[in-house]
């Protein structure tokens, strides 16, 4: 039976390392064995040094997909989880960020006094 072990890197080693695949891709013939080269160097396996390579470009925008970093929810989304709360959400929500409008022209201290049924009506 093998024992699976697990090594953690520090966030500076992470870097460091995506850094050197990126500044070394040129002396070798294609980019995987830029990773082996430097995985063999600092300890680690070459698809987990692949997996922080192919993180660094996602981050970077050279390849599609999700990035680390989470942008701010924008108007829109906000709007529409408003819509999808129940009312008592939504009264607790726009208390919470003040300011932020509902729909154009909807303020919290409109729908402050509204049932539940006229909120309904609003959508």
Known sequence: MTKQTSHKFSPEVRERAVRMVFDHQTEHSSQWATITSIASKIGC???TLRSWVRQAERDEG???GLT?????PSEAAWNAAI????YHCQQAALGH???RQKKPGLTAAKLEGLSERELVQLR
């Not at 680390?68 to 701010?72: K, L």
């Open 97 to 99: 960020k003040a300011g």
């Open 62 to 64: 050279k390849r599609p």
């Open 83 to 86: 819509d999808a709360a129940p």
């Open 68 to 72: 680390w970093r989470r942008a701010p």
């Open 45 to 47: 396996n070459p698809e």
